[in-house]
């Protein structure tokens, strides 16, 4: 590679690998289906390693990465980001402590973003497994998933996002109709985040079948 580059080749590689690994298991569980959903990894202060747009998840390669700046605009490439790159690029920007962005569009968080819109929020209280987000050491908490509206215009939903940022810490959100984003100082940590929020929604669905007054 060119050693005009103005990031680390190396550390691009490795970021591609662990994306690569990763989404592909997360591919297999059904949670990006027909191409959604798009994932990345901080490079470095000014660069993110994240999928082309329109990829299967569950065939990665390396080609199928690329570099954007921390605006989203590519880098030392033709390739083109997802639409939704700027939902990545605003979490690396804010926070230079966030190191891995994960976003899916699963049937559980697709179904909970429907039913919980009108409430925007979906309250997480009581579960054992509220300890997996970071910070939290006990089950005795709650924990309040934000449900946005959907928009094909990033600038507004990111507008949005900014907006829930400036409130409070939170380690993900719902988009209504659309799925979810997590996040996290680097991949281990997006990852396990992403699967706490997945595993609770899906509890929380359960539970309302169960709850629905026979007719
Ligand atoms: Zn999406």
Redesign the pocket.
Known sequence: MSELLPYDPQRLAHCAGEIIVNVRELAARGWTPAT???FSQRIDERHVAITVSGRDKGRLTEADIMVVDLDGRAVATGLKS???TL?HTQLYKRFPEIGCVL???SLVQTVASRLYAGAGHVLLEGYELLKAFSGNTTHETSLDLPVLPNSQDMHTLAAQVDCLLDRRAIWGYL?DG??L?AWGRDMAEARRHLEAFEFLLACELELRKLQRPHT
């Open positions: 959604s959903s798009n997802s639409a939704e939902l976003h899916t569009h988009i659309h799925g984003y």
